[in-house]
């Protein structure tokens, strides 16, 4: 197997090796955080901080950014840059327990976690975060940097732009189009296009 680390030690670091350890694909050796001291994760060690990325990339080819996203992408962002720039290759990561089409196509970097469905046709872009048991159907185009929680479903054909968040059990109508740096947050049935920038909220 193959040896990464993950970048970001918190709860979706922990539901991230979860998966990659199903996958028996990837040994995990360990973890960066932003600062030290830091305790083990499932008994993986912290390895050192996002300064020493380009002298531990020297050891390590592979990496995840397991830092999650919900209000902002720019976090994850800066960490993708800095992670490519130090040399580490950015695999994608798919759960067993997920359904990919092989007609679907995904970015580096992307997480597809437990019970997933990417169906037909669908493009996921870099750096994303497919949750638990959310749908991204046919035709729908995800772009960079965007996190799909978990339990949402984004109906055929929607467009999502890069940097967006969708919460968790939300539906996005389908052809939708759904701008760059938006927010939509958890519950809610979307029926209109976004502009970017957008935070939508359910509706009381």
Do not use: W
Not at 10 to 29: F, L, M, P, T
Not at 40 to 50: H, M, N, R, S, W
Not at 84 to 104: Q, W
Not at 155 to 162: E, I, Q, T
Request: glycine share 10%.
């Amino acid at each position: 197997m193959k040896k990464i680390i993950l970048i970001g030690a918190g709860g979706h670091a922990r539901a991230s090796i979860d998966v990659i350890e199903q996958c028996d694909k990837y040994n995990i050796v360990g973890l960066i955080v932003k600062k030290k001291p830091a305790p083990k994760v499932f008994g993986y060690p912290v390895l050192g901080t996002d300064k020493e990325l380009k002298k531990i990339s020297k050891k390590i080819k592979h990496a995840l950014i397991s830092l999650g996203q919900i209000k902002s992408s720019k976090i994850r962002i800066n960490l993708y840059k800095k992670v490519t720039e130090a040399g580490f290759e950015l695999p994608i990561i798919t759960s067993p327990h997920a359904y990919v089409s092989p007609r679907a196509k995904i970015g580096k970097g992307t997480i597809i976690m437990h019970g997933a469905v990417v169906n037909a046709n669908a493009i996921i872009g870099k750096n994303c975060i497919i949750n638990t048991h959310c749908i991204i159907e046919h035709d729908v185009i995800v772009e960079d940097h965007c996190h799909v929680s978990t339990g949402a479903i984004l109906n055929g054909k929607v467009s999502l732009g890069r940097g967006s968040f969708i919460g968790s059990g939300s539906v996005v109508k389908e052809k939708l189009k759904i701008g760059n740096n938006c927010v939509v947050s958890a519950n809610v049935f979307l029926r209109k296009n976004l502009s970017p920038g957008t935070t939508h909220k359910k509706q009381r």
